[in-house]
């Protein structure tokens, strides 16, 4: 059963669309997640604790995220592969986030999680061996036509 739902979560996350709302996202975390799942990070100590934390720290950090995303000559594309485990209950899986800037330059943030299923739910999350590689997104990657046009102070 957890085998299912793994693929099923991994799939919902790298189909949802990055650049449209977060409601996608904590829709995903509602359906998934155990009231009182448990999420860490290699790099951080203490933990988050509860659905609602969990989705809290999703929307700060999909925020700037789907700003990016929304505008014109900008994308966000985010993949995974799962990585075998041999534990019943235990998945783990390789994820990379790739962004393009409008003036072409690419950078790609690339972490893998472990996951822990009970009763069809996620009870514990945990995020390791982070990397960022590729090029630093300037400022003009973040410009628009748009923004462009605003009247200067």
Partial sequence: MSAAGERALNEALADAQ?????????????????????VSREA????????AQVKHALARILGPLLV??????????????PIYSDRR???HSAWSLELVGSQGRRAAVRWCVRRIWRR?????????????????????????????ALPRA
């Fill in 18 to 38: 990055i650049g449209a709302t977060d409601d996608e996202f904590l829709a995903i975390v509602e359906r998934f997640y155990a009231e009182h799942v448990q």
């Fill in 120 to 148: 069809g739910q996620v009870v514990h999350e945990h995020f390791y061996e982070n990397d960022m590689n590729g090029q630093t997104l300037m400022v003009d990657d973040l410009w628009t036509k748009t923004s462009a």
């Fill in 44 to 51: 951080t100590p203490g933990r988050l604790i509860g659905r």
């Fill in 68 to 81: 990016f995303a929304n505008a014109e000559g900008r994308s966000a594309t985010l993949r995974y592969l």
């Fill in 89 to 91: 209950d235990e998945h």
